[in-house]
């Protein structure tokens, strides 16, 4: 009979998703995932989790909560430690297999192998624990994980060209840009495509004349050249991602802002949030940041994100300094006096 798998909507689906269910999939097994996060998922994780839990991790909560009722055989749950070398990710999604077992009793098993890259960049105790806990032979696992490699180099491939594909975001997008500001949504993934926890920020952009642009339009290899500005290594690779693609898009043209989507309760954004502040104001790049927590308000989000908009468009006409082609722009008579004579 085929095997079911399950894997949960939160934390790193969004960067992994397609590399995971290819992978399982080239094993012959079903492949489950969550539906978007909405309120009942999250109040199920919240009442499950110790308070002081940031909101992406009370979200993963519920959607395991999801799955732990399900007739599945296993519940995808894998020990992110590092994906690169001299990195880690956050010590609370090395440490979520142990959080969720610990909180959440499943009917399936969970399946937790430990990806360790930090030391050398290998998959291969990973597959190992695969490969063990499923009774799998490692040449089949092996196999399977190459050709799911390839489908996520074409998902990220997608992605920086602004194609957001079905499978993964439930339905497919494409990013447009006619409209006539520049706006760099800067987060974690979580936290930039889980409508529900940032009220669907993307789309009230969208509508407001806005061009998005996010981590994922920015190769990788840029996002690390931009990221060694500081004087020591960042311990924390998405922390290097975040400052990298800050710092990369000052460089480009157009009227431009930063919305920086940091999470109550992360240490990580605390420190790096903190840094990319610091440089904007620097860089004279206008930036508006918002934290999210369950408590958020969907109105507040709202008044600041149009408040931070007219002001981009308005701090762009006081700077336009030349004269527009339709005469907007030419200002008082008095304003030419000694140009012209008076
Ligand atoms: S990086 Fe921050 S927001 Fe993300 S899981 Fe870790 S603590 Fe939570």
Same mark, same amino acid.
């Given at each position: 009979m085929t095997k079911r798998i399950g894997i949960p909507r939160g934390l790193l689906f969004y960067n992994f998703f397609l590399l995971w269910s290819s992978f399982f999939e080239s094993l012959g097994m079903e492949v489950i995932s969550t539906a978007e996060t909405n309120k009942g998922i999250l109040d199920k994780g919240a009442s499950k989790v110790v308070d002081e839990a940031c909101l992406p991790v009370k979200v $993963?909560? !519920?959607?395991?909560?999801? *799955?732990?009722?399900r007739e599945l055989d296993y519940i995808f749950?894998? +020990?992110?430690? /590092? &994906?690169?070398? !001299?990195?880690?990710i956050c010590p609370k999604i090395i440490g979520i297999p142990d959080m969720v077992k610990a909180n959440i009793t499943a009917k399936p098993a969970y399946l937790a192998p430990n990806l360790n890259m930090r030391e050398k960049? /290998?998959?291969?105790? $990973? *597959?190992?624990? &695969?490969?063990? =806990?499923m009774g799998k032979p490692l040449i089949q696992v092996q196999k399977a994980?190459? /050709?799911?490699?390839?489908?996520?180099?074409?998902?990220? @491939? #997608? @992605?920086?060209? !602004? &194609?957001?594909?079905e499978k993964v975001f439930l339905k497919r997008e494409t990013l447009e840009h006619n409209g006539d500001l520049n706006i760099l949504l800067l987060g974690h993934e979580y936290n930039l495509y889980d409508d529900y926890i940032n009220m669907g920020i993307r789309k009230k952009l969208k509508q407001m004349g806005c061009n998005l642009m996010t981590v994922n339009q920015v190769p990788k290899y840029v996002q690390q050249l931009e990221s060694r500005v500081l004087s020591r +290594?960042? $311990?924390?690779?998405? !922390?290097? /991602? @975040?400052?990298g693609t800050a710092r990369y898009f000052r460089e480009l043209p157009g009227s431009k802002g930063v919305i920086l989507l940091t999470s109550f309760g992360c240490g990580i954004d605390s420190i790096v949030g903190n840094m990319i502040i610091r440089y904007l104001g620097k860089m004279k790049i206008p930036y508006l940041n918002i934290t999210l927590?369950?408590?958020?308000?969907?109105a507040g989000i709202n008044t600041r994100i149009e408040a931070f908009? #007219?002001?981009? +468009?308005? +701090?762009?006409? @006081?700077?336009? #300094? =030349?004269i527009s082609t339709y005469g907007k722009y030419l200002g008082s008579p008095q304003r030419y006096a000694g140009i012209y004579g008076s």
């Open positions: $993963f909560y !519920g959607h395991v909560a999801e *799955l732990a009722e749950v894998p +020990r992110m430690v /590092s &994906i690169e070398k !001299g990195a880690y960049e /290998s998959h291969d105790q $990973f *597959l190992k624990e &695969i490969a063990a =806990n994980w190459r /050709s799911a490699m390839k489908v996520q180099q074409k998902y990220e @491939l #997608d @992605l920086l060209q !602004g &194609i957001y594909p +290594r960042m $311990f924390w690779t998405y !922390g290097k /991602s @975040l400052l927590d369950e408590h958020t308000g969907e908009i #007219d002001l981009l +468009r308005w +701090r762009r006409e @006081l700077d336009e #300094d =030349n």
